[in-house]
């Protein structure tokens, strides 16, 4: 499985990739998000959102949200529980998205 998943921006006025949805070997699936570091993370917050409608679609489906910083090299992964618990609603002029700080995300080796 390799799907990709979309979603309308209103501030773009078109769709925008949010990410991949992989299933792991053990059966789950997971989401992949490749970001730009400079660009996409809300140095506010110091973390990521995805598009709350999707958000609420995915969060009981998947396990786990992976995010790939493609400038820094960097890895972060969070469960579905963390992203639920510990996630916050915000709108900065892209719609509604559900944001998690990178505080509650475990960073892996770099790619």
Do not use: C
């Not at 979309?6 to 501030?11: A, H, I, M, Q, S």
């Not at 972060?76 to 916050?88: L, S």
């Amino acid at each position: 499985m390799n799907q990709p998943l979309y979603t309308e921006d209103p501030l773009k006025g078109k769709k925008v990739l949010i990410g991949f949805l992989h299933a792991a070997p053990t059966g789950a699936i997971y989401l992949e998000k490749d970001v730009k570091e400079a660009v996409h993370r809300f140095r506010k917050y110091d973390g990521y959102a995805i598009q709350f409608e999707e958000f609420e679609k995915l969060k009981d489906k998947i396990s786990i949200i992976k995010i790939n910083e493609t400038d820094t090299g960097m890895v972060f992964v969070a469960t579905i529980v963390d992203w639920t618990e510990k996630g916050e609603l915000i709108d900065e002029g892209h719609g509604k998205q559900w944001l998690l700080q990178k505080k509650f995300m475990h960073r892996l080796e770099n790619k």
